[in-house]
């Protein structure tokens, strides 16, 4: 009585404590999983930075029409024999502004190339924004799915445990041989062993979610889902033309096809001459005899202008051979374009064969589970009536586990591929 008096409050204590730290702990909802990733997850991050990269490019072209202005400070020392002809020492200061006039259209290519540049950014951003999300809701099932086998690794050690104590009592009172005993032993052992691997798998699980929605390191958090809930054949249909126009790896490779005949503009306005417009102010502050004018003074001030026109004229075939590439790499670009299509097309087929085949998978493993649980009644009503032995009845239990197993990774990898055919049809879902 008196170590019930102390362990009694002991026991008390720990159940509030643990009570406490499930209350305290975070429930992490599918669609909070996929707003965490889309706005924490490093790769989106870098994506970003990327996109501001991008728009400190387009900066950079939209100034190339604006003038350009410098300075500059000069001192001089001049030694013997020199200091015989020009001043000995001296400073002169000067600034200068130069502006391109005419550049063969490359200055407003430039600006169209870094708005293109932009565009690839953001989109680039949205392929991996559905890569992430994909990978958030795969995680996300995974730990439903470790979870749920715990809980069936758990209820198959509760029936092993009842197998257990009514064969001891058969054993002891001499109705049955210690062999059915030790097998039921050995199997209670090996569930153990994979209640211990499941609740690994949970750990590792969740950090792979943690992870991937930028929760770094964390598994303080719980997820309310389990596998229920409606598994039926896929009703979502689009046709190419909206898929295509939706996909990401389309609309990059679109806008980089784009980007390349902005290249060949480019390339094309290297046979067009430039034109630049360049004045600079100078003076000078030293030695006496610094203003050529005026051999008396000890400074000077002066300005210039110069107007430089550029012709290419001749360069062995160079610049027609770059535009030649150019137009290789455009070709090459639309072919690629083509077979990225015809990809998406068959990978839209497969993803649909794939959600089809796992709710059929469900609806296969359901009825047998059926078939596992009335074997499992049968065979503890037939060892009551001593008809079985308990090694029939263990078989029986394993069956039942294994078809529990089977229907939970089942409804998991429909949940998977639920997310991965919204991904494919380019259909977003956060």
């Given at each position: 009585?008196?170590?019930?008096?102390?362990?009694?409050?002991?026991?008390?204590?720990?159940?509030?404590?643990?009570?406490?730290?499930?209350t305290a702990q975070r429930v992490l909802t599918l669609e909070?999983?996929?707003?965490?990733?889309?706005?924490?997850?490093?790769?989106?991050?870098?994506?970003?930075?990327?996109?501001?990269?991008?728009?400190?490019?387009?900066?950079?072209a939209a100034a190339k029409d604006k003038p350009t202005i410098d300075a500059s400070v000069t001192g001089f020392y001049f030694g013997t024999p020199l200091n015989k002809l020009l001043p000995e020492y001296g400073v002169s200061p000067m600034v200068s502004a130069s502006q391109a006039i005419y550049s063969g259209g490359k200055i407003k290519l430039g600006k169209e190339a870094a708005d293109k540049g932009i565009?690839?950014?953001?989109?680039?951003?949205?392929?991996?924004?559905?890569?992430?999300?994909?990978?958030?809701?795969?995680?996300?099932?995974?730990?439903?799915?470790?979870?749920?086998?715990?809980?069936?690794?758990?209820?198959?050690?509760?029936?092993?445990?009842?197998?257990?104590?009514?064969?001891?009592?058969?054993?002891?009172a001499g109705l049955t041989y210690k062999n059915d005993l030790l097998q039921v032993k050995?199997?209670?052992?090996?569930?153990?062993?994979?209640?211990?691997?499941?609740?690994?798998?949970?750990?590792?699980?969740?950090?792979?979610?943690a992870q991937i929605s930028g929760l770094g390191d964390s598994t303080d958090f719980v997820l309310p889902d389990t596998v229920l809930g409606d598994f039926n054949n896929a009703t979502l249909h689009r046709s190419m033309a909206e898929i295509t126009a939706d996909r990401p790896e389309i609309k990059i490779l679109q806008q980089s096809?784009?980007?390349?005949?902005?290249?060949?503009?480019?390339?094309?306005?290297?046979?067009?001459?430039t034109v630049g417009l360049n004045a600079a102010g100078l003076a000078g502050f030293g030695k006496q005899g610094i203003n050529l004018g005026n051999p008396s003074s000890n400074a000077f001030a002066s300005y210039y202008g110069l107007v430089q026109v550029s012709l290419p004229i001749l360069d062995w075939g160079q610049r027609k051979?770059?535009?030649?590439?150019?137009?290789?790499?455009?070709?090459?670009?639309?072919?690629?374009?083509?077979?990225?299509?015809?990809?998406?097309?068959?990978?839209?087929?497969?993803?649909?064969?794939?959600?089809?085949?796992?709710a059929k998978r469900i609806e296969l493993s359901g009825a047998s589970l059926e078939q596992a649980e009335e074997n499992l009644r049968l065979s503890n009503d037939r060892l009551k009536a001593g008809t079985i032995t308990g090694q029939d009845v263990l078989e029986a239990q394993t069956i039942w586990q294994q078809a529990n197993s089977n229907i939970i990774d089942a409804k998991t990898a429909y949940r998977i591929s639920e997310a991965n055919l919204y991904k494919t049809l380019g259909m977003t879902r956060f």
């Open positions: 009585m008196s170590i019930v008096r102390y362990i009694t409050p002991l026991l008390v204590s720990t159940a509030l404590l643990a009570s406490q730290y499930a909070e999983a996929r707003k965490l990733a889309v706005t924490r997850n490093n790769n989106l991050r870098a994506a970003q930075e990327k996109i501001g990269a991008a728009r400190a490019q387009k900066a950079i565009e690839i950014a953001e989109t680039q951003k949205a392929l991996t924004t559905a890569e992430v999300v994909l990978s958030a809701e795969s995680a996300y099932w995974q730990v439903v799915a470790a979870k749920e086998k715990i809980k069936l690794a758990e209820q198959y050690s509760r029936q092993l445990d009842g197998l257990y104590k009514e064969l001891n009592n058969a054993y002891t050995v199997q209670q052992n090996d569930n153990q062993l994979n209640v211990l691997r499941a609740n690994d798998a949970l750990v590792l699980a969740k950090l792979n979610l096809l784009e980007a390349e005949k902005i290249q060949e503009k480019l390339l094309k306005a290297d046979f067009k001459p051979q770059k535009i030649k590439q150019q137009q290789h790499n455009i070709s090459a670009q639309q072919y690629q374009l083509q077979e990225t299509k015809e990809k998406i097309s068959l990978e839209v087929q497969q993803a649909y064969l794939l959600l089809n085949e796992s």
